[in-house]
């Protein structure tokens, strides 16, 4: 069965960076697009970025630009996300998805989270 386990939340001071990993199982990892979405405390679900199966081709949220950076290492089933200019409402539950197919960012199958708090 799939799993996707994701680590290295933490807390992290504005202006601060952490980097995200998501291990993944139970599929054929280098033939599927993986995305990164988070939730803020008492908000919706929001996609922060994706990364196409063989990392050719890589799409952030607006907000996200220039301060994340998504990459993979399909040979070690992994996905990252790194962070830098972190800030307060960065703090959310952040989460991995495997996406639908080779360029499909639609996220079918989820992590449990990792928690990033960015405070002073």
């Known amino acids: 069965q799939v799993q996707l386990v994701e680590s290295g939340g933490g807390l992290a001071q504005p202006g601060g960076s952490l980097r995200l990993s998501c291990a993944a199982s139970?599929?054929?990892?280098?033939?599927?697009?993986m995305s990164w979405a988070r939730q803020a405390p008492g908000k919706g679900l929001e996609w922060v970025s994706g990364?196409?199966?063989?990392?050719?081709?890589?799409a952030y949220a607006d907000s996200m630009k220039g301060r994340f950076t998504i990459s993979r290492d399909n040979a070690k089933n992994t996905v990252y996300l790194q962070m830098k200019s972190l800030k307060p409402e960065d703090t959310a539950l952040y989460y991995c998805?495997?996406?639908?197919?080779?360029?499909?960012?639609?996220?079918?199958?989820w992590g449990k989270g990792t928690l990033v708090t960015v405070s002073s």
């Open positions: 998805a495997r996406g639908g197919g080779t360029k499909n960012y639609a996220m079918h199958y």
């Open positions: 990364i196409v199966y063989d990392g050719s081709d890589i």
């Open positions: 139970g599929f054929t990892f280098n033939i599927y697009a």
